[in-house]
């Protein structure tokens, strides 16, 4: 209900939903910010007063959606939860995400993802022993993200086949040893 009221009220989230109703009609590359802000009623002017381009407004509503499924789940109870809540939304919005994942260019919804991913996964860590240890796990948790990326876009291109729980499964069995073991001594998978 938080988010129904923000959406009726803010022009992020109205020029969210203009950028997703065009995305019904047009493949993403094809979409202008001119028909964004023609379906939402607002001015190309109150458009870049909030954001760079339209991929910066993928980026925004993507990080807006996770907050929320973070949010519901009691945000960082475990990795697995984590991933559930985030499947569960971007099977939601799967329209969206299979618009926003085709998009290679710069500033693109894979790079952010991935580093949003990596970013909540250090907070978990961080959260139980102080500091992530970078050296150590770095390297390991940059590949799993990017593999565990790469295998979302590919659930999201086959219409999402899989439950989310099926999913997060198989992200937290993808998971190299060395991060699991990690993970599982922390608590961070059940």
Not at 154 to 177: D, H, N, S, Y
Request: proline content about 3%; hydrophobic content about 40%; overall charge neutral.
């Amino acid at each position: 209900m938080e988010m129904m009221t923000e959406k009726k009220t803010d022009v992020r989230y109205r020029l969210a939903d203009a950028l997703e109703a065009c995305m019904g009609e047009a493949p993403l590359e094809r979409i202008t910010v001119k028909q964004i802000t023609e379906k939402c009623g607002v001015s190309r002017q109150t458009f870049y007063r909030n954001f760079t381009d339209k991929y910066d407004l993928i980026n925004w509503y993507f990080d807006e959606l996770l907050k929320k499924a973070f949010q519901h789940m009691g945000y960082g109870k475990t990795a697995f939860d984590s991933l559930v809540h985030k499947f569960t939304y971007i099977q939601d919005q799967k329209l969206f995400f299979k618009a926003a994942f085709k998009n290679d260019s710069q500033n693109n919804l894979r790079d952010h993802d991935i580093k949003m991913i990596m970013d909540f996964y250090k907070r978990l860590i961080s959260g139980k022993i102080g500091a992530f240890p970078q050296d150590e796990y770095g390297s390991l948790l940059e590949m799993y993200c990017v593999a565990s990326v790469h295998m979302t876009q590919q659930w999201v291109f086959r219409g999402c086949q899989a439950t989310p729980r099926e999913m997060a499964e198989l992200m937290i069995e993808a998971m190299p040893p060395r991060l699991s073991k990690l993970f599982s001594e922390l608590g961070l998978l059940d």
